[in-house]
Every structure is written in structure tokens, then in C-alpha cells.
């Protein structure tokens, strides 16, 4: 670890309740400031428990396990400047009353950030006239995004906040994050299942399966790991690709437990019967 790391984890295990498999297991990262980490994994790999401990949302009471953004633990000392954004916001009764998007941004101090405002409403073409119970799930998002970015953030957190986004909004909204975190050093956490178009994105990649790493943040494009840089075809590889290629090892990897009878893994979450986030939201 280094004393500069923006994001530093050091032996993180976790689960959400008592006697249950962990969600979490061993977890050690290290993010430099001005990193862009894509997080990949399958369903119920751990990136959004992951994601929701760094923004100090779940408390976690394990010996040994050191939390800690811009070196502040984010449970007893909380950093400034951490913004996450995640997917349940949307379900908020709050946010789907009767309230206009003008009234609703300024509520939250968006008269304050002004010039950031308004270069977001413009990226994200929100409507400050829109009402937000009478506005469709991805313009409902777009809101959302503006109401989290206006405020400047030297840590961002983003739990798959970009798959409801029409296609021209979501590339102009991480052109625009990219140049926010390259002109200001900004650390930008993001889990996601889209790949189309995030290839100039990050700067660094990572794989999680059954609550680990198990390839840990590591700098994008990949220049040497021959498997991983050139895709069957021969040509260089996408993100796409090494995310195709991330997940069908899950799978194999998965398959082959089960067919020495190891169920463990996935015996234990169908009797905790509690779907990820992305299950949740799918289903919604
Ligand atoms: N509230 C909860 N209570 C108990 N277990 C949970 C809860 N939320 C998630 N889990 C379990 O923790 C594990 C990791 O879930 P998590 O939501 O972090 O995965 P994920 O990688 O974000 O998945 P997805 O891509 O589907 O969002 C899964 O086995 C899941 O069933």
C-alpha cells in the first residue's frame, strides 16, 4: 500500500448476516487519485457490496480490516468530496413525488454549483420543468446524475447508474466524467455490465468472482498478457472481449464446482434467497 493510494482496502471480508457465506472475502485494493477503475464480475460477484462499504452505507466490524479514502476510514472519520451513486435511489417514493426538477435540484443546493449544474442538465438533457413522478425510469436517472455530479467529487462511486441511459446521453456522460477526473486527479470507482464504448474509459480494469479478486485493478489497456490482448480472431482485444472472456471462466469455473458436488457458493445464496442489486432491479 501507499500512502497516496485514494482508495485503500486492506483485508475486507464480509457478510451480511451471521453464519452466511461470505460476500466478501479478502478483499485488498489500492486506488491512486485520478484512477478509473472498471469493476467486472458476474451477478452476485460482490461489486455492489463492495462499492456500498466504501461509501460508509454498511458497517463493517471485522478485526484486521482497514477502510480507508484520501487515508480517512470512511466509518469513524467519513471523507469529504466521496459521491456514490447506485441504483435504488430511483425507487425512493421521495424522489418519485410530485416535485419539479428545478424545485427538487435546488433543495439539494444545486443554486450552489451552478456552472456545473447547467453543463450537466445540458450532457444529460434534463428538463428542469420535468416532474419527477410523471418522467420515465431513465429520465428519472438523468435527474439523478445531475442531483449527484453538480457537487465536485474527488471519489466517485458508481453502481451500474449508466444502464438506463439512452446510448448518446451515456457516451457524452462519461466523456464528460473522464475529463472531469483527468483535469481535477478524481478517483472514479464504476461497476458496470456494459461494455459498448467504455474501452477509452478506464484506465485501470478488474475482475470479481465469489467475492474476490480475482484479477486485481490493473492499468487498461492490457500490454502484457498475451492471452488477454489478442481475442480468437486475432485482433486486439476489447473491453468487450476480456469481459466475454472474464465471464465465461465464472461460468466454467462455476459449473465445474458444481459438478463435484461443490454447492457451497451457489447452495448458499439460493437459501439466503436475496437477490443482488442488479437482480432487484431487473425484476423491478
Ligand atoms: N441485502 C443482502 N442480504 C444478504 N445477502 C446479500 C444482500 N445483498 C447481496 N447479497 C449477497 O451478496 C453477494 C454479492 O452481492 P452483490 O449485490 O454485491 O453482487 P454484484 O456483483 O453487485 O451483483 P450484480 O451484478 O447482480 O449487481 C451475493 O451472493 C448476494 O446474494
Redesign the pocket.
Known amino acids: 500500500m501507499s500512502s497516496s493510494d485514494t482508495i485503500s482496502v486492506d483485508n475486507l471480508s464480509y ?3 451471521p453464519n ?2 461470505l ?2 472475502a479478502d478483499i485488498n485494493l489500492h486506488l491512486p487519485p485520478g484512477s478509473r477503475t472498471i469493476l467486472i ?12 462499504i466504501l461509501a460508509g452505507k454498511r458497517l463493517v466490524s471485522v478485526d484486521g480490516a482497514d477502510i480507508r479514502i484520501k487515508g480517512r476510514d470512511v466509518f469513524r472519520d467519513s471523507p469529504p468530496g466521496v459521491t456514490y451513486l447506485g441504483t435504488e435511489w430511483v425507487m425512493n417514493p421521495v424522489v418519485r413525488g410530485d416535485i419539479v426538477v428545478s424545485h427538487f435540484l435546488d433543495s439539494v443546493g444545486g443554486y450552489r454549483h451552478k456552472e456545473r449544474r447547467d453543463r450537466l442538465l445540458d450532457i444529460l438533457d434534463v428538463d428542469l420543468d420535468w416532474h419527477m413522478h410523471a418522467i420515465s425510469d431513465g429520465e428519472r436517472r438523468r435527474v439523478q446524475l445531475c442531483f449527484g455530479l453538480m457537487v465536485d467529487w474527488d471519489v466517485l462511486l458508481l ?2 447508474v449508466t444502464v438506463d441511459l439512452d446510448v448518446l446521453v451515456r457516451d457524452e456522460l462519461l466523456q464528460f466524467l473522464k475529463s472531469d477526473s483527468e483535469t481535477r486527479g478524481a478517483t472514479i470507482l464504476y ?1 458496470t ?1 456494459i461494455f459498448d464504448g467504455l474501452g477509452h474509459f478506464p484506465t485501470h480494469i478488474a475482475h ?1 468472482r465469489f ?1 474476490s479478486f480475482v484479477t486485481p485493478p490493473t492499468p487498461w489497456p492490457f500490454t502484457d498478457a498475451p492471452a488477454l490482448v489478442t481475442s480468437e480472431s486475432g485482433a486486439r482485444s476489447t473491453l468487450y472481449n476480456v469481459a466475454l472472456q472474464w465471464l465465461r471462466e465464472d461460468r466454467d469455473h462455476r459449473r465445474s464446482l458444481e459438478g463435484q458436488g461443490d454447492m457451497k457458493k451457489r447452495g ?2 439460493r437459501g ?1 434467497d ?6 432487484a ?1 431487473y425484476r423491478k
Not at 436475496?274 to 437482480?279: I, N, Q
Open positions: 457478510s451480511y448476516t452466511t457465506p460476500s466478501l464480475g458476474a451477478n452476485g460477484a460482490g461489486k455492489s457490496t463492495l462499492l456500498q453502481d451500474e461497476a455490465h470479481m467475492g448458499a445464496r439466503q436475496v437477490p443482488t442489486d442488479s437482480e432491479f
